[in-house]
């Protein structure tokens, strides 16, 4: 097992300045010139020397390259052009939020998603099969902010069972609770749509293995065989789709966070985006190419400890 | 491999689409509803009540009433007029950007399948790097970075798009290039471009096109996601998402200015996605569910 988390860790590295990369023809090389977007047509030779020189955009591209590299791994991530304070700080700031979301929203997600894959899988082409498909077919059409502006307007506006601005509080456990649940739920409940529909399929094929015509040929009760000799297979490809599901919930969590009007990454960059920051801009880039083959990582490394035969390769 | 599954049906092309479809009773109500609403964008221009830009400070926020079925926004221009012409851009910008990352990811996948090698592993390497950045975010970089323009938005959907095609396209490729028929063709001396374009391609292209509708719909919310956040195409042009993010502001009082869009796009991006599961239990007889 070591073995394969060194391997995993190691093959992260390429991957990384690959990602880095991308980031980098995306924030420095297509752009055209930097200091001129955020100076505007009016500005001076001298501005836009100076703002050249301040964002390092004046050397040569292949240098610009290299500090880029060496910069994105030490975390030095910039400065932003509008408070004055480093991204880095900033992005510790609202770490512990984009987490916290993401985290439950999975947990919901899965608690929602297992079981009804599982009934959807047992009674087959009955109401409730019907219902869990068109369900679940539903929920994956639901862009995250649209599904996060109509639970806003049922639970926070109408209800008022929950606050329609989703900050603050937080010393409080309960307040910072009522304030995670509806943007939870709204990641959770289209992410109860994928496991849904990856459960269903695992549980079909794993019911008609022999083993478990085995069970019920054994006499051992329907529940047990469903519960605890099927399940327990049928999830193995659940987690993967879990991992691959990561990373439409961290897009997913971007709007969220924007309609709830909570801190996070993705309201950071959105903010940024609409201040004109780009200074924070790239460095937001830098810290999801980051996140980004971190998922993968993690992704990768539950996947071998889940399925022994991964680890062989 | 639902992949391998298609590539060995007979006969033509629309006749393997066709039974894809009466496989499942989901697919034909999705795309009725599709055609339905590409009618409706296609018709704005005749049916459409208002101009999607005029506005009349006189019925600024009236809820929905005879004279504006669907209501009218904080400058006065009428909600259905405006999803109508808002369908249009939604549709244009989607499949223009679905249609280029078919052919260019098709075509990656197919070189990079048939070149086989060294150069297969490289491409396939660089398309994994690009298939691990979040659709939702890859599109809010490049946006982010080019601006905001309808050709922008294009370029951004499709660059996420490219490495799923490429994939899907590079598989079958694999198996069908070993087959006795491609030797024939390359003992006959044909050029390799001819044997990608002639004798490869008609063979994986049910696939591609299958995945196209399911991206479609991915394509359309990524733009919606996309405009809400405020990287659309500039207002007051009407689009979807930004709608929403104009009536998001007036939530409190005149929630009709979100939600109508909203359901749009729910129904746009449902219909869409019906078709695709339709198709795509049709064609993996391991989802197959109706038999």
Avoid at chain 1, 23 to 34: C, I
Avoid at chain 1, 131 to 142: E, W
Avoid at chain 2, 34 to 53: E, G, K, Q, R, T
Avoid at chain 2, 247 to 253: A, K, Y
């Amino acid at each position: 097992m070591l073995g394969y988390v060194v391997k995993r860790l190691l093959l992260a590295v390429p991957t990384l300045f690959a990602v880095l990369t991308i980031v980098f023809v995306l924030a420095r090389v297509l752009p055209g010139d930097p200091a001129q977007t955020i100076l505007g047509d009016q500005a001076t030779q001298e501005a836009l020397e100076n703002m050249r020189h301040r964002l390092g955009v004046d050397k040569p591209i292949a240098a610009q390259y290299a500090e880029f590299l060496v910069d994105a791994v030490r975390g030095k991530w910039g400065t932003s052009l509008v408070t004055g304070k480093p991204v880095v700080d900033e992005v510790r700031n609202v770490l512990p939020y984009t987490i916290e979301l993401t985290v439950t929203a999975i947990i919901v997600g899965a608690l929602i998603g297992v079981p009804l894959g599982t009934w959807s899988a047992i009674y087959r082409n009955r109401w409730i099969d019907y219902l869990a498909r068109m369900g679940s077919l539903l929920g994956l059409s639901f862009p995250a902010f649209v599904s996060a502006i109509l639970l806003l307007l049922a639970f926070a506006i109408e209800l008022r069972w929950f606050p329609v601005i989703s900050a603050g509080g937080l010393d409080d456990p309960v307040e910072r609770l009522r304030n995670l649940a509806l943007p939870a739920i709204n990641l959770g409940i289209i992410m109860a749509a994928y496991v849904t529909r990856v459960t269903r399929s695992s549980m079909l094929e794993v019911l008609g293995e022999d083993y478990i015509r085995t069970a019920r040929a054994k006499g051992v009760p329907r529940r047990a065989i469903v519960w605890r000799h099927a399940l327990r297979n049928a999830l193995i490809p659940v987690v993967t789709v879990v991992g691959l599901y990561l990373g439409i919930l961290i897009g997913n969590s971007v709007l969220t966070e924007i309609v709830f009007n909570r801190p996070g990454l993705g309201k950071l960059m959105v903010s940024a985006l609409n201040q004109r920051d780009y200074t924070v801009l790239q460095g937001m880039m830098v810290v999801y190419a980051f996140v980004i083959v971190i998922v993968n990582l993690l992704t990768d490394l539950t996947y071998g400890f889940i399925d022994p035969r991964v680890k062989r390769q | 491999m639902s992949a391998i599954t298609l590539g060995r049906g007979e006969g033509h092309l629309l006749a393997q689409v066709v039974r894809a479809f009466s496989a499942n009773a989901t697919s034909w109500i999705g795309l009725a509803l599709f055609l339905a609403i590409v009618a409706l964008a296609l018709l704005a221009p005749v049916i459409s009540p208002y101009d999607p830009l005029d506005q009349d400070v006189l019925t600024r926020l009236a809820p929905p009433s005879a004279d504006h079925w669907l209501g009218t926004d904080s400058y006065g221009r009428d909600i259905l007029s405006r999803l109508l012409w808002g369908a249009r851009l939604s549709l244009v910008i989607s499949t223009v950007s679905i249609l280029a990352a078919m052919l260019i990811g098709g075509v990656i996948g197919i070189v990079s399948g048939y070149v086989g090698g060294r150069f297969d592993l490289v491409v396939m390497q660089a398309m994994d790097v690009l298939l691990s950045f979040p659709s939702l975010i890859m599109g809010l970089m490049v946006v982010a970075m080019l601006g905001a323009s309808m050709v922008n938005l294009m370029i951004a959907i499709a660059l996420t798009a490219i490495a799923p095609f490429a994939r899907i396209a590079r598989a079958p490729t694999i198996v069908v290039k070993e087959r006795d028929y491609i030797e024939a063709c390359r003992a006959l001396g044909f050029s390799d471009l001819r044997i990608m374009a002639v004798h490869i391609l008609p063979n994986i292209i049910a696939e591609i096109i299958v995945m196209g509708s399911l991206w479609l719909a991915t394509a359309i919310r990524i733009e919606a996601s996309l405009s809400f956040i405020g990287l659309g195409v500039r207002p007051p042009t009407a689009t979807w998402g930004g709608m929403i993010r104009e009536g998001f502001e007036n939530i409190l009082d005149s929630a009709w200015l979100s939600v109508f869009p909203s359901l749009a796009i729910l129904l746009v991006v449902f219909s869409l996605n019906m078709i695709g599961d339709g198709l795509r239990d049709a064609i993996d007889p391991k989802l197959r569910s109706g038999e």
